[in-house]
């Protein structure tokens, strides 16, 4: 059912059976063929608008069996999809109008929480703010946590190995996952549901599939790791001139509260100046006198006071330092969710102000104040008035490094005479500082061109063999990832 393959009228024959196919097997008002599927077939940042033959909402993990199945009879591609907030243009359909889209939506139930094991198993639909609260009314943490929480699903989260917030205490979605199941390019169904923390029983199947973004297999549930909720979680905001007091600041967090520092997010000057021009709601403390903001959580297993008294610290001896040079610390709840909206609200202001070039990058720590210093210099160089949005986990070394058009200058065009140039001058960068193109949204259909300049031919050769093993016919989420 490639485009190309057939002509015209056989091809709308074989689509029409296909689709009564999958109708059966999902039920007519799960298969959705016809009038206004944008929902489904534009990405979040509205870089790519395709056009799917149908979108089909199995709500059982049999059913994605079969809906699989049925492509593959007819050999039409599959794009999984959870809740389309993806940022590489991975979750949506091209413009062929012959690919289905497998939406798990529907598949959103919690299957069960083991306590003691501290895991709880999932159905791949469920919304990551749902599990986070389920596991809280249980008094235990799921910590994963990232802004389009409220809407992205643990599904998603996995294919993409998702970061977020949390990373630095408690690792990517990779490590928050001990088991998988998940329907294959063959449409049969691997059980690997498993709650075990230790299993070295050959290769590990579960890493092949976490981080694969639907071209290996279509992940239908999970089982999560839990931990203890802490005590308290205490959150700073604190104004820094640079991005080498950041990491200085960092590095003294790290000294002083240990496994006990849950974030350290770095905000530059300009991006969060975009927040308080978007949203007027928002109170942006401290950003016009200083380079950059810092945000900064302390969780603690004894108690608040404890908490507070070591931020505290930490605050007053790097202001004596001179790394801060203002800070608050929440006096509440509210406060601390008030300053992480802030934080949030980056990407949606940055969306507000236009199109702009997105960088996903990571850098070793102790290199991103030189590698921000040399790049900055060298778009500036290249593109008078060019503006950058940085902002990012610097307790992770990942920095989302943008590319905002000069004032005035038109997004679009900017976009179309400017991108592949900017592109090329910031991954060089990266490459020459030791670092990665994608940090946490992967690479989807939006850089694949720049895995295959940037990785090398021995890694892409095993990629593709993996594959070619696993999806012969190369029906899931083709051409994204990579090409074979
Ligand atoms: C405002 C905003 C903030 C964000 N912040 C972060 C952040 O801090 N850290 C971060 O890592 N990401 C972030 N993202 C990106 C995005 O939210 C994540 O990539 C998220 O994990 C995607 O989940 P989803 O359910 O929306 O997946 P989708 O967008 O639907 O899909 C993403 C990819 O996964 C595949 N996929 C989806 N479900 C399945 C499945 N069940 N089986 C197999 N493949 C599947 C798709 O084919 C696609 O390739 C942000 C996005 C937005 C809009």
């Not at 999932?122 to 389920?134: K, M, P, S, Y």
């Not at 981080?211 to 297999?217: D, I, R």
Request: aromatic share 4%.
């Amino acid at each position: 059912m490639r485009p190309n393959s057939d002509s015209g009228q056989n091809r709308s024959a074989a689509q029409s059976l296909l689709l009564a196919e999958l109708a059966q097997i999902c039920g007519q008002p799960n298969l959705l063929s016809q009038g206004d599927l944008s929902a489904w077939e534009r990405d979040w940042r509205g870089r790519s608008h395709g056009k799917a033959l149908a979108v089909a909402r199995p709500d059982s993990t049999e059913q994605v069996a079969q809906v699989v199945q049925a492509c593959a009879r007819h050999g039409a591609s599959i794009v999984p999809q959870g809740g389309n907030t993806g940022l590489v243009v991975g979750s949506t359909p091209d413009a062929s109008g012959t690919q289905v889209v497998l939406s798990l939506q529907r598949m959103n139930q919690v299957l069960c929480v083991d306590k003691a094991n501290l895991t709880m198993t999932v159905q791949a639909g469920c919304i990551l703010q749902n599990l986070q609260e389920v596991a809280r009314q249980e008094g235990l943490l799921f910590p994963l946590s990232l802004a389009a929480e409220g809407s992205c699903t643990i599904g998603g989260n996995l294919a993409t190995n998702a970061g977020g917030t949390q990373v630095l205490r408690y690792g990517n979605a990779r490590e928050l996952c001990l088991g998988l199941q998940v329907v294959n390019a063959q449409g049969q169904i691997w059980e690997g549901l498993s709650g075990l923390r230790k299993d070295n029983t050959g290769y590990d199947l579960r890493d092949l599939f976490v981080g694969s973004e639907g071209t290996l297999g279509v992940i239908t549930a999970a089982t999560l790791k839990l931990y203890p909720l802490p005590a308290a979680q205490i959150t700073a905001w604190a104004a820094v001139p640079t991005m080498e007091q950041a990491v200085a600041l960092l590095g003294a967090a790290q000294l002083h509260l240990s496994a006990s520092l849950t974030g350290f997010e770095v905000m530059g000057q300009f991006a969060l100046s975009l927040v308080a021009k978007h949203f007027d709601a928002l109170r942006v403390p401290f950003y016009k006198n200083s380079g950059f903001c810092v945000l900064l959580e302390n969780s603690d297993a004894q108690s608040p006071e404890h908490a507070r008294e070591m931020l505290e610290r930490l605050l007053e001896d790097a202001m004596e330092q001179g790394l801060v040079s203002d800070a608050v610390i929440a006096q509440s709840v509210t406060q601390a969710q008030q300053l992480w909206h802030v934080r949030e609200a980056i990407p949606l202001a940055q969306a507000q102000e236009g199109l702009n070039i997105k960088h996903d990058i990571s850098v070793p720590i102790s290199r991103i104040p030189e590698f921000v210093q040399h790049t900055n210099a060298l778009l500036e160089r290249e593109i008078a008035g060019v503006r950058m949005v940085n902002f990012g986990h610097l307790g992770d070394g990942n920095l989302h490094y943008n590319v905002q058009a000069p004032e005035g200058q038109d997004a679009q065009l900017f976009l179309q005479s400017q991108e592949a140039r900017v592109n090329a001058l910031v991954y060089d960068s990266v490459r020459a500082f030791g670092g990665s193109i994608s940090a946490e949204h992967g690479v989807g259909g939006l850089k694949v061109h720049e895995l295959e300049h940037h990785k090398s031919p021995v890694a892409l050769g095993m990629m593709r063999a993996i594959k070619r093993a696993l999806d012969p016919q190369d029906l899931l989420n083709p051409g994204r990832v990579l090409r074979v």
